[in-house]
């Protein structure tokens, strides 16, 4: 159907044909026409946000072909496995989720690997395994940063605050406090990242915080398109307070 306007019912009936005739065929090239047909199929209900079926076919294909030693059938099963751990993910299924990702080869295709590498990390960082969720954002970041736009960077960006705040690591924090600044959407969130920010520092200095503060107000105090007043007043206080210990 490459290139030509298909009938989207034909297309599933040929693929279930296929799939009823080849799937587990003793003719090792059909059985690998008929599960891969197996993944086409799956693939399609996936991108039509039918996710209940897109599982049952996904299932299917796993009990039958997980374990097999198919080279052909290599990148193909470590999609459907990619696929079905993004189900589990979304489900809160985090543990399962995250086993059944460890088990897709590393070595198979760039683009599996770098959602099989997030995939990780978010798991780790939903069942707060601290260390790991660290080392696989930053490992993340490292390999695959330079091929995406800056919303994605930003949101392992803040997951990374959270995590080295969790273990006391102010420094590091503030680090991806000064990526999440200097990605410059000019949005509640970049403001959040000078309140913080702030905050952090002015246990360090009360001069360096201020000045962050001051940079923050500066910056969005007249932008009324945000609903921004709770973290202003919120920072304001902050000044405030250093005001009134340097007096």
């Known amino acids: 159907y490459e290139g030509e306007e298909r009938d989207e019912e034909s297309y599933i009936k040929d693929l279930e044909d296929i799939i009823r005739l080849y799937v587990e065929h003793e003719d090792k090239e059909l059985d690998t026409q008929g599960a891969l047909c197996l993944k086409e199929l799956a693939d399609y209900y996936f991108e039509l946000g039918n996710k209940k079926k ?60 770098e959602q099989r590498e997030l995939l990780m990390a978010e798991c780790d960082f ?8 660290i080392t696989e954002y930053e490992y993340y970041l490292s390999r695959f940063g ?41 949005d509640i969130k970049e403001l959040e990242a000078y309140r913080i920010k702030g905050n952090l520092l002015d246990e360090y200095s009360k001069g360096l915080s201020f000045k962050v503060y001051m940079e923050g107000i500066s910056k969005f105090h007249f932008n009324p398109e945000l609903k921004i007043q709770n973290i202003i007043i919120n920072i304001y206080s902050r000044i405030a307070s250093l005001v009134t210990e340097d007096n």
Do not use: C
């Open 54 to 113: 897109t599982e049952e076919i996904i299932d299917r294909y796993l009990a039958v072909y997980l374990h097999q030693d198919n080279k052909k059938l290599l990148e193909s099963t470590d999609y459907v496995k990619l696929v079905k751990a993004q189900l589990l993910f979304e489900k809160g299924a985090f543990e399962e989720s995250r086993e059944l990702a460890k088990q897709i080869d590393r070595k198979i295709n760039l683009d599996l690997l």
């Open 126 to 133: 939903k069942l707060m395994n601290i260390d790991e969720a």
């Open 146 to 186: 330079d091929r995406h736009l800056e919303d994605k960077k930003e949101k392992i960006y803040w997951n990374l605050v959270e995590l080295f705040l969790r273990i006391s690591n102010k420094d590091k924090a503030l680090d991806y406090l000064d990526k999440i600044i200097k990605i410059g959407k000019m």
